[in-house]
C-alpha cells in the first residue's frame, strides 16, 4: 500500500504532468493535421482517395449480411460460369477462423512448449457431413529443447477430424528469440493451415473468410531473407532456412493467400493489435513522429468519431518493410523470401489496409487484405462489408468472436498439460505468485 506521504507526493506529480500536457498542442489535432499530409509516395501508398471517415454504427449494422454484395464482382454462382446472367452471387457467407493458444510454457530443463488450435466456422452456421465446423480442428504442438531430448523434426498426422502437427526445435537451430519463434511458429502452422484446408474441403467459392491476427507473420519472415537465405536469422542465432519443412509451414499465409485468390474468395485479416510503426516510420518526417506506434497515432485520428459511430480511413498498400541490412532501405516482402516460390506476381501478395476506430471499445483494428483481393473485389464495397460485420459485433466481427471462444485454451486446460509433461515449471517468484503449483 501507498504511504499516505508517498500518494500525495504521487498526486502532486501527476497533476503536474496532466496540466503541462493540457498546456502543449493537443496530440488529437496534431495527428489528425499529419494524417492529412502523409507522405504516400514510398513504401506506404493510398490505394483509394486519402481521407478518414464516420457512419453511424445503427446504420452500418442494418446492412443485410447477406444478399449480393457490389463488392464481390467474381462470377461466383453458377449461371456465371455457364454464361448467364451477369454472376451475382447467392447469400453472402461469411467465415471465420481463430485460433486458441497455451501461451509459451517453460520447464526447468530449459524446454520451451507452445501449442495451439484453430477453428473455421460460418456465420449463418453451417454443418459438413452431419457435423457442425468446429468439429474439424488443426492443432500444432511445438517444442524447443536446449538439451539432447532429440532431433529436430515435423510430424504430421490425422484422424477423422483433426489434424496434428508436431514440431520440435533444437539449439542447433534456434538459439535466441525462443519464446517468440515457438509461438509464432504454432499459430501460423495451425491457423492459415486450417484455413486452407477447410476451404478445400468445403470447396468454398463464396463469401468472405476473415482471420484473426496479422494476414503475414513478417517479424518471422525477416529470419528467412538475405544472400544466404537466412542471413538476418544466423546473425541472431535463429536457422529456420535450414529447415525446408519449417520454411514449408512459415508459407502457409503465401499459399493461403493462393488458394483463396484461386477461388477468387476474398481473404481478409483483423488485426486487434497493430502496434507496428511503419506508417509512422514512411510517412511522417522524424521530427513528427510523436506516437510509440501506428495504433496510437490512428487512434488520435480517429478519436473525434461520434459515439454512435465508427471511424474509418481509406484503403492503403505497403509494398516494402524496413531492411535489416541499413537503416533507410527497404526490402519487399515476401519477394525476398525466394524459398516461397510465389505462384502470383509478388505485387499481388502485397499488405492492403485500413483501419477502423470503435467509440464503444475505445479502440482501433487494422484492416489487412491481400492486394490480389482487388482484382475480384471492389475495394469501397467489401470496406462496407467489414464495416456492417464491426458494427454488428462490436469491435471485432461476430463471426471472430465465436471462432475465439471455440478455439481457446483455459487456464485449467493449460495447467494439465504442464502437468501432463512430466517436467517442473520454470518458475520464478512473481510468476509462482499466480500459478498452481
Not at 477453428?119 to 457435423?131: E, K, M, T, Y
Not at 513478417?218 to 538476418?232: A, M, P, T
Request: aromatic share 8%; net charge negative.
Amino acid at each position: 500500500m501507498l504511504s499516505s506521504d508517498v500518494r500525495r507526493l504521487f498526486l502532486e506529480e501527476l497533476k503536474a504532468l496532466g496540466e503541462r500536457a493540457q498546456r502543449a498542442v493537443s496530440h488529437r489535432e496534431e495527428a489528425r493535421r499529419l494524417f492529412h499530409e502523409l507522405q504516400l509516395d514510398g513504401p506506404i501508398k493510398a490505394l483509394t482517395p486519402l481521407g478518414r471517415y464516420a457512419e453511424p454504427i445503427l446504420d452500418l449494422a442494418l446492412t443485410p449480411a447477406s444478399g449480393p454484395h457490389p463488392a464481390l464482382r467474381a462470377p461466383l454462382s453458377r449461371r456465371a460460369s455457364t454464361g448467364e446472367g451477369s454472376g451475382v452471387r447467392a447469400d453472402t457467407v461469411i467465415y471465420g477462423v481463430d485460433g486458441g493458444s497455451t501461451r509459451p510454457m517453460h520447464f526447468e530443463d530449459g524446454t520451451t512448449l507452445c501449442a495451439n488450435q484453430a477453428v473455421f466456422i460460418a456465420d449463418p452456421p453451417l454443418r459438413h457431413r452431419g457435423f457442425p465446423l468446429e468439429t474439424w480442428r488443426t492443432i500444432a504442438l511445438v517444442s524447443h529443447s536446449f538439451q539432447n531430448v532429440g532431433e529436430a523434426q515435423v510430424t504430421h498426422t490425422r484422424n477423422e477430424h483433426v489434424h496434428h502437427w508436431r514440431i520440435h526445435l533444437t539449439k542447433d537451430f534456434v538459439e535466441r528469440e525462443v519464446e517468440h519463434i515457438v509461438k509464432g511458429l504454432a499459430d501460423v502452422t495451425s491457423e492459415p493451415t486450417h484455413a486452407r484446408l477447410m476451404i478445400e474441403v468445403l470447396d468454398i467459392r463464396e463469401g468472405i473468410l476473415l482471420m484473426d491476427g496479422a494476414l503475414y507473420p513478417i517479424g518471422l519472415y525477416y529470419y528467412l531473407v538475405g544472400d544466404l537465405k537466412g542471413e538476418w536469422g544466423y546473425r541472431w542465432g535463429v536457422r529456420l532456412s535450414d529447415r525446408e519443412d519449417i520454411v514449408a509451414l512459415l508459407a502457409s499465409p503465401v499459399r493461403l493467400v493462393e488458394a483463396c485468390v484461386a477461388r477468387k474468395l476474398p481473404l481478409v485479416a483483423i488485426n486487434k493489435t497493430p502496434e507496428t510503426s511503419w506508417l509512422l516510420r514512411f510517412c511522417l518526417n522524424s521530427p513528427e513522429r510523436r506516437w510509440a506506434s501506428d495504433r496510437q497515432f490512428m487512434t488520435a485520428v480517429l478519436s473525434d468519431t461520434p459515439r454512435d459511430s465508427l471511424g474509418y480511413t481509406n484503403w492503403f498498400v505497403q509494398e516494402a518493410y524496413p531492411s535489416w541490412e541499413e537503416r533507410e532501405s527497404i526490402i519487399d516482402l515476401p519477394k525476398a523470401v525466394s524459398d516461397f516460390a510465389l505462384a502470383l506476381d509478388s505485387d499481388l501478395y502485397h499488405v492492403a489496409f485500413f483501419y477502423i476506430y470503435d467509440p464503444r471499445v475505445r479502440s482501433v483494428v487494422k484492416i489487412e487484405a491481400p492486394r490480389a483481393v482487388f482484382q475480384f473485389c471492389d475495394p469501397e464495397g467489401l470496406q462496407k462489408i467489414l464495416l456492417a460485420e464491426i458494427a454488428r459485433g462490436k469491435g471485432v466481427p461476430n463471426v471472430i468472436r465465436r471462432a475465439d471462444s471455440r478455439a481457446r485454451i483455459t487456464q485449467q486446460e493449460r495447467e494439465a498439460l504442464i502437468r501432463a509433461c512430466g517436467l517442473d515449471p520454470d518458475y520464478y517468484y512473481n510468476v509462482s505468485r499466480g500459478e498452481s503449483l
